[in-house]
């Protein structure tokens, strides 16, 4: 559990009543990443919602030819800085991870439990309100960014 106080700091929580900081503060937990460490990778379950406090994670999407595996492609899609959220396919049905998380320095994260933070959200629907419109706002950002990276790699070189 962290204090309610840490969660306060971030504006994606901000929409938050006390009472729901208090629920989701016990559904969290402080974890350390060393550089280098992967978070969590494309295609597993996805059972935590993140928001990193410190360091800096890359976001990779591999393609995987399905009749020749060794062939194989990884495009960096994004990086999450202080501040923003990843891994919010853990409280979207189905719950799988949609990139490979890879920490680029040590990080420090808010670890949220996303099965009990599913479970929060059916007790609460201005709770479960509040969080998918943050989570929309965090995917579009990401989408925004990833079509930036997109563009850049695509641009044709002007003479």
């Known amino acids: 559990m962290v204090s309610t106080e840490v969660l306060r700091r971030y504006p ?95 990080c420090v994260l808010l670890r949220i439990d996303g099965a009990k933070l599913q479970a929060l959200c059916q007790e609460d629907t201005a709770l479960a309100l509040g969080l998918y419109k943050q989570m929309a706002l965090a995917a579009m950002e990401r989408l925004q960014a990833t079509r930036t990276l997109l563009a850049a790699a695509s641009a044709p070189v002007w003479e």
């Open 12 to 106: 994606f929580f901000a929409f938050m009543s006390p009472a729901q900081l208090r629920q989701v503060a016990m559904l969290t937990d402080e974890v350390e990443l060393a550089a280098n460490e992967a978070l969590f990778t494309l295609g597993q379950p996805a059972d935590a919602l993140y928001l990193l406090r410190q360091g800096s994670i890359d976001l990779h999407y591999v393609v995987v030819d399905e009749h020749m595996p060794s062939l194989r492609k990884d495009f960096m899609v994004g990086t999450i800085n202080p501040g923003e959220v990843l891994g919010i396919s853990a409280v979207i049905n189905p719950p799988t991870v949609t990139a490979t998380a890879i920490a680029s320095e040590p």
